[in-house]
């Protein structure tokens, strides 16, 4: 498999902490995180906007709920890619009318032996914060590859100025990154996206080791 973005580093990016960490979270992640409203909106904003039976790319589809579950139901052509083994397992239960791939964010191509073709939508939800910063603005142009022209981009983030940082997450440890809201902004328009929508949401999971945390909800169109 192919791993890396182009123009970024010759190396194979670490994650096997952060796949241990979600393979043995598991379905608890949807116990700790019971409410999702942001996904929802985001995923009728994409619904409402998409062609019917468009082509949908869920990148970090975790349990497959809700976010795969709901494009699936709305008619969409939906694959899902997750570093997890587990993850995958669980998302290809929960809607058996998507495909699942285990994949590293930076190996994603359109084309190739191992290409995805392309698609006319992208949902990307706290998937970005598990990378350190440096490979975020090549994380969102790889994305931006992957997009037809004008296709739709959902994206979210925790509002934190944070880069890898280890917290203590449902009982394990994982590093995560993030932005202040205006440098997200513009680290999105940077990488090829107009924000046509935005939103924000105070979130306390369902857990006494994780803290409260601020949820920020993009809607983007590659330009």
């Known amino acids: 498999m192919s791993v ?26 949807d116990e700790a995180f019971p409410h999702k409203e942001g ?22 589809s975790g349990t497959g709920l809700p976010t795969a579950k709901g494009l699936v139901e709305a008619g969409f052509d939906v694959t899902g890619v997750d570093l997890s083994p587990g993850m995958v397992e669980l998302a290809t239960t929960h809607v058996p009318g998507a495909r699942f791939l285990r994949r590293d964010l930076a190996s994603l191509r359109a084309e190739g032996p191992e290409g995805l073709g392309r698609f006319d939508g992208i949902t990307c939800f706290f998937t970005l914060l598990m990378l350190p910063r440096p490979e975020i603005p090549h994380a969102l142009r790889s994305l931006r590859s992957l997009l037809n022209p004008g ?14 940082a280890t917290i203590p997450f449902l009982g394990h440890e994982i590093r995560v990154s993030g ?4 440098e997200l902004r513009r680290t999105v328009r940077d990488a090829g996206f107009e924000i046509a929508g935005e939103d924000s949401y105070s979130y306390a999971p369902a857990s006494t080791d994780t803290p409260p945390e601020f949820q920020l909800f993009l809607n983007c169109r590659r330009v």
């Open 4 to 29: 890396g973005y182009e123009g970024y580093g010759a190396g194979t990016p670490d994650r096997a902490g952060q796949a241990a960490a979600f393979d043995a979270i598991g379905q608890r992640y």
């Open 39 to 60: 996904q929802l909106a985001a995923g009728e904003w994409l619904a409402k906007e998409l062609p019917a039976e468009a082509r949908v790319l869920d990148v970090g």
């Open 179 to 182: 932005y202040l809201r205006e």
């Open 151 to 164: 296709g739709l981009l959902a994206l979210s983030m925790v509002e934190a100025d944070l880069d890898d």
